[in-house]
């Protein structure tokens, strides 16, 4: 079977087209069967493509007159569907020209239209951004919503730790990843009503791809002793951010530290095989490339101030998705997940519609 | 007028007696006119007070046979209250022997103790918990709550507010500290209905000694771009343990970039000064004391392993608190803010008890 096409929104981020040509062009190399339909405007991403003749070949150019502005609101990027990069990107995949495509523009605007065009999978309430994270052991660890539901139930929360189970046995190569939920302390007491429900009900399923060992605080996060991280849109947003802003915090300090006298500066230069090693751990370019799991179709969010090499780790995260199809694992999952463990609680029993409408109406504002 | 006491739970944390009545003997040094009432075990704390003559001369001892265990339930340590020597430090309070009380024993107990035995503020629904913690600016920044309060309303939200700026005035010294909410965005359409009816309340209020900034992100709040940061207990708890488990993860990054060759740890010896700047701009000690905000008394939680300079801290903002006696500012704070901004929204009109009471529920699960 020939794997399907990448469409690569080659306007989205702040670097501008070059960036995005240059990072599918290195991914292209480590993924060589792959095809790319480039969406933007034709004359840049040819002039873009001529120092990568490889990629050139494997690429197709589909024009788009439009870009979404980064701070345009999603219904009017709604609106604009049918003439943006973005939109034609995702639309691509609707068609079934692709099996993903990957944008470093306007998340609002990204996961808006593409819950619209891609519409989320069977048996699943709603789609949740997934990221990826540096830890201190052997294996990154996986951390979802990251901000698609800013509020979630019981339901939605055991959804979102089979995809995210799903996702963390594809990029870390772990058959059974140990899940925990976001909480704030690890006794069974701790958090809110729908925690605890989603708690029970996955200490209660049989026959899941995965290890739920329960409760997780915010500190622990990065400690390697957990591979996928669930929790609502707000807290996972809260979380994600409260880390990258003090790991900055930490490493400004740092380099004011480092800076301060000529004795630490000339430190500095003996130890710079050290800190350049912590660099590179932190550099968020190599964590590239949000998933928004559960959509009917691979959908990726790269960072909008990646450089090449994270466009092309977030590239490589839709070849790595399609090579080991995602939405089938998920809905596999899904089926093996009884209907008992979703159905009961509070929320149970929708059919799912409801609540894909309103979290439509939520993405859309 | 003289000054109220301070009660110091001696057998409270993890570093036992010694590491208690060092600290606030050394605390002590630093606001000279505070009398002091130590309790626990008697005979532990006279052999601890044996090394600070002038603390002995200032200090009450009042015995305790009991202590509340680190992972004892909130709900068992109230039935013992009596009895521990949290409790009795709390109760002297409660006497009005103290004006406040200081421990570095199981946080959930003394919030709940101290919420069952201080009461709430009139005008306020719930106490919060109140941290500080480091910026890139000159100064602090408050966050509140921590964890007291898994959920809050908008009413919850602008009390806390109101409480955040009273004590970010007196560690801060400024005069209207800049105030924000935690949010996923910054702009007003995002979060919880909560989240936005609280923003809408803190904008059209007038009179308030703060500036009200609207909306920041995790990322942000260690920027020195706000002086109070509020959220709801649950995204507070997310936030500060994210906060200190990523700061955590840099540092072990760096130690073992540090020790992972000859010419690295060369470079670390030479740029000590360096480093050791950092470990100092980090050490939790220099920020320890969590203040119970809202209660008829000062309560402040010291962390369970902080060191004698930690405990320094938290009862040197026991000793700040009682100087610019935060209850009476507090309590002028919320008469200045016009009832309207309190009682108006979904869940306004309520008088208080109905939350209080579920709070402390909360507390002694």
């Keep these: 079977m020939s794997l399907p096409r990448i469409a690569v929104d080659a306007m989205g981020g702040d670097e501008g087209v070059r960036v995005m040509v240059d990072g599918a062009s290195m991914a292209r190399r480590r993924h060589d069967k792959f095809k790319f339909l480039l969406v933007g405007d034709e004359a840049r991403i040819k002039a873009a493509l001529e120092d990568h003749p490889a990629m050139r070949s494997a690429s197709e150019i589909l024009h788009a007159d439009e870009v979404v502005e980064g701070d345009e609101k999603p219904s009017r990027a709604i609106r604009r569907a049918k003439t943006t990069s973005m939109g034609l990107a995702i639309n691509a995949v609707k068609e079934g020209e692709c099996g993903a495509a990957v944008s470093a523009g306007n998340t609002g ?73 976001l909480n704030i302390g690890t006794e069974s007491i701790k958090g809110t009503d729908d925690l605890r429900d989603a708690s029970q009900r ?141 159905r009961h609680g509070a929320n149970g029993g929708a059919n799912g519609n409801g609540s894909a409408a309103s979290s439509e109406a939520e993405a859309a504002k």
Tied chains: 1, 2.
């Design 109 to 181: 605007a990204l996961m808006a239209m593409g819950k619209i065009a891609l519409r989320t999978m069977p048996g699943l309430d709603r789609p949740a951004l997934a990221g990826i994270m540096p830890t201190l052991g052997e294996q990154d660890v996986v951390m979802l919503d990251l901000g698609a539901n800013t509020e979630c139930d019981a339901r939605n929360l055991v959804q979102f730790a089979i995809m995210g189970a799903a996702y963390a046995r594809i990029v870390t190569g772990t058959a059974t990843p140990r899940v925990r939920l």
């Design 202 to 342: 996955l200490t209660d399923a049989t026959g899941l791809a995965m290890q739920f060992d329960g409760f997780i605080e915010a500190d622990k996060i990065n400690r390697g002793e957990v591979d996928v991280v669930v929790t609502d849109g707000f807290s996972g947003n809260i979380a994600l951010k409260a880390i990258e802003g003090s790991a900055r915090f930490v490493t400004d300090l740092l380099r004011d530290a480092f800076t301060s006298s000529l004795r630490s500066k000339i430190g500095f230069l003996v130890s710079r095989p050290a800190t350049e090693l912590l660099k590179h751990h932190l550099d968020p370019n190599n964590h590239n490339g949000g998933v928004f799991l559960g959509l009917n179709g691979v959908l990726v969010k790269s960072h909008g101030s990646a450089n090449a090499k994270g466009v092309a780790n977030a590239v490589d995260v839709c070849a790595r998705l399609l090579e080991n199809d995602i939405t089938q694992r998920i809905a596999a999952d899904l089926a093996e997940l009884g209907e008992d463990t979703l």
